[in-house]
């Protein structure tokens, strides 16, 4: 398995190991220590399933020794250690910078927490086991944040990398990893990258929509339903073909049980004729192509690959013995990618849905099979020469080296729903910033249109985008399977996520590079703020926006459902009303089905393709959207390449500086690799919530005329510059920037759609409007509904 050797570093630096008989300490930075202890005195040095780069600059520290021990200290942490096995007693490290935070060996963590392997059978967060249908509430792993200022990663019971290629189990020991970062959340982060690995970049079209379904299509119900969505004008940059592109069904008895189908690696013609021509029409519709499999049963001899795979595991195919999936051996593991694999993909496949759900054990202890699927499936998807990238459940620290996590068989329901943005938002806390969720659920609960609206709503600003369903024939995502106010929604999001690709890619970028997570939750940049950890559902969304989900469901009065939203200091803009807000306090916000609360910073710019015309492909667009709020100044690169190279280099990258300043809104010479992006490019800037003005629009200097239009119920003012080389400057400058909002009606919009008395809304209607009197204090005055007066109060 050397070809899957991967550049690791894990031996650190000699002056930071403080060493004994049994013992060895390192100091890796000045907040993050290696504890090791071993009775025979061997340590590892070798990278680990977990932890691939020890080689930390040296850091300045003080080691000092007395009759209880030694005492290493560092300018953020005090270490104290009596040199014997470790011990409650004998091991603790203080934190500096936040009184009173001293963490002591073994002692329960009360961190921030982490994620979670699956959420199979999880209703919110409670599973529910098989057969008798107890409720267990799960447990989320560690995360490296905590408000103590402290956490540990424990690393003793993890794999080694060994030079071939391969894992092999340590000698026992233990290995633990001190985080005492006091609250400074994203410098834990990156160093936490640096430890266990970068987050890899993704390929383009993985940002996209996905259409996914456990049903048995045949090729041609599967082609007309995506004409179907070319037709609404839905654009998908992913297929999903769940586990009936096998044969599931039409094997012989011998293989009876109801675990017969489950694996399969032999397209079953009756659906699918020619699988080649099938995924050929995918990829000419600029859809990428992924296959679930579940591996868990080998290759039996019905697979037409059976003789093939037999021969090269030195079985005879005539004596039908079954080939063992065998994780443990890499001499299976080579054939199972070289034979199985490779010939599927040569025919079309992109990537791998790995749908393994058989638990953690192996013939080799310690080796959890889906830790070894996810690292060997990421590293071999290289091999066509595009960017890697696999699709399965989380196993364990360090996973987020292998993008797309698929996070199981969600259940449909309030409970459910509402529990995936915390649990996506405390995954940025163990670095997994990619989950992928199945959007409206995948089994049980009951049909919901509103439920549905809510769930795609997150969905688009989630980290990836993927409708999924049972073959439960009532359970389809189809957005025309809804009401009309749930169908309208559908299409206006999924719309509105392919549109935002080249912001979500540049924010990807930052993911890979930068140590910046595209979600972040409302604590990393208000850490000392209580009420940053009030709002678990809330985060931010790349460097641009904040996104507060709904996940409840609305008011039968107010026709509006309620979502506690904080509000950092500054000038808040609604993404989809234009409604501003003051920040620096925390807020019911209240929506009605179509939209939930997204809301841009003061300054931000957010590109976009422009959709007006059109498009399933994920390529770099030669006509954009840029939303700009100019309540302060602000500045945003974009960042493009060709969205599937297979290495991360700079001379990849294009970019382009966006700016806005003072009035003048800029868009800078593209630099860089020129190739990727268009000559030419039209651009639609959009400014928010302001008052209408005169533009002057310059090309390298020069005034050219442009069409302008002011949408006056969402005060936006639209100013479209024709197609224009991208090696010029182009800079659009307002003569008056006004910020405002059309707050009357918004206030209007919340009486009319409130289920009350007719004079009852008048009243509070000509008391709002009378100037001469407190509104705030009127409405907190007047007899009525606590929701609607809750809406109203958000306004006024």
């Not at 640096?194 to 045949?218: D, E, F, M």
Request: proline share 4%.
């Amino acid at each position: 398995m050397k070809r899957y050797h991967f550049q690791t570093n894990g031996k650190s630096k000699a002056e930071s190991v403080i060493k004994g008989d049994k013992y060895r300490i390192t100091v890796l930075t000045p907040s993050l220590v290696r504890l090791e202890y071993s009775e025979t005195g061997d340590f590892e040095d070798r990278a680990t399933q977990s932890v691939v780069n020890r080689d930390f600059s040296a850091c300045e520290y003080n080691v000092t020794k007395n009759e209880n021990g030694l005492v290493i200290e560092t300018e953020a942490l005090v270490l104290t250690y009596d040199e014997k096995p470790f011990s409650e007693n004998g091991l603790n490290i203080k934190v500096k910078e936040i009184e009173g935070a001293v963490w002591h060996y073994g002692q329960k963590l009360n961190d921030l927490k982490g994620t979670y392997r699956t959420l199979d059978r999880v209703d919110g967060d409670i599973y529910i086991t098989r057969g008798d249908h107890q409720e267990i509430k799960i447990e989320l792993g560690t995360g490296i944040m905590s408000r103590e200022g402290f956490s540990v990663i424990d690393d003793s019971a993890s794999m080694a990398l060994t030079d071939e290629g391969w894992v092999e189990p340590r000698k026992a020991g233990t290995d633990l990893y001190f985080f005492g970062y006091g609250h400074r959340f994203l410098e834990a982060l990156s160093d936490f990258y640096h430890l266990c690995g970068k987050t890899p970049l993704l390929p383009r079209y993985a940002l996209g929509n996905w259409w996914s379904r456990y049903y048995r299509y045949t090729e041609q119900e599967y082609m007309t339903l995506m004409n179907r969505f070319e037709s609404e004008k839905l654009p998908f940059s992913v297929a999903v073909i769940d586990m009936d592109w096998h044969l599931v069904d039409d094997v012989d008895p011998k293989y009876g049980g109801g675990k017969r189908g489950w694996t399969g690696y032999t397209w079953n013609r009756k659906f699918f004729p020619d699988p080649k021509r099938f995924m050929k029409w995918l990829h000419d519709k600029n859809m990428k192509v992924t296959l679930n499999v579940h591996p868990a049963d080998g290759v039996r001899d019905f697979e037409e690959i059976y003789p093939k795979m037999a021969k090269a595991v030195g079985i005879d195919p005539a004596t039908e013995q079954a080939v063992e999936f065998d994780p443990s051996s890499p001499e299976f593991m080579k054939v199972y990618f070289d034979v199985l694999c490779h010939d599927l993909e040569k025919e079309g496949v992109d990537f791998w849905w790995i749908d393994w759900q058989q638990g953690t054990n192996s013939k080799m202890e310690g080796l959890d099979p889906l830790w070894i699927l996810n690292h060997f499936h990421y590293l071999d998807s290289a091999w066509k020469g595009t960017r890697p990238m696999t699709f399965s459940r989380y196993a364990g620290v360090g996973s987020h080296r292998y993008p797309i996590g698929f996070s199981g068989d969600t259940t449909i329901t309030w409970k459910s729903l509402a529990y995936q943005p915390y649990f996506t938002n405390t995954a940025s806390n163990i670095g997994y910033g990619w989950w992928s969720h199945d959007i409206g659920g995948h089994m049980w609960g009951e049909r919901d249109d509103e439920m549905m609206a809510r769930w795609v709503q997150y969905g688009v600003f989630s980290p990836i985008n993927r409708l999924h369903s049972s073959n439960n024939p009532f359970s389809g995502k189809e957005p025309w399977r809804y009401n009309d106010t749930t169908r309208n929604v559908m299409n206006k999001y999924l719309r509105l996520r392919h549109a935002m690709i080249p912001y979500l890619y540049t924010m990807n970028r930052l993911a890979s590079r930068n140590d910046l997570p595209l979600i972040q939750p409302m604590y990393y940049a208000e850490p000392e703020l209580e009420a940053a950890y009030n709002v678990p559902n809330e985060y931010y969304f790349g460097t641009e926006l904040i996104v507060s989900p709904v996940t409840s469901q609305i008011d039968s009065v107010s026709k509006a459902a309620k979502v506690a939203t904080w509000l950092p200091k500054g000038l808040w803009c609604d993404m989809f009303s234009g409604t501003v807000y003051e920040g620096g306090k925390m807020t019911d916000l209240w929506r009605t089905v179509d939209d939930i609360p997204v809301l841009m910073k003061a300054g931000a710019i957010v590109p976009m393709t422009d959709m007006s015309e059109y498009s399933n492909t994920v390529k770099n667009p030669d006509a954009l959207d840029v939303l700009v709020f100019p309540a302060a100044n602000g500045s945003f690169t974009l960042w493009e390449d060709e969205g599937d190279t297979p290495e991360d280099k700079d001379e990849n990258w294009a970019s382009t500086a966006l700016a806005y300043e003072n009035g003048t809104f800029t868009v800078g010479k593209a630099s860089g690799n020129l190739s990727v992006i268009p000559e030419k490019r039209s651009w639609n800037v959009v400014f928010c919530s302001v008052e209408g003005s005169d533009v002057t629009v310059t090309v390298d200097g020069k005034a050219i005329s442009v069409d302008t239009c002011y949408d006056e119920d969402l005060k936006r003012l639209t100013v479209k510059i024709p197609a224009t080389e991208v090696t010029k400057q182009i800079a659009v400058s307002l003569a008056e920037v006004t910020v405002t909002d059309n707050r009357k009606q918004r206030i209007y919009d919340v009486l009319e759609r409130a289920q009350m008395n007719y004079d009852q809304k008048h009243r509070i209607w000509n008391q709002i409007c009378d100037a001469e009197i407190d509104s705030v204090a009127a409405v907190n005055e007047i007899e009525m509904d606590d929701a609607v007066r809750s809406c109203l109060l958000e306004l006024i």
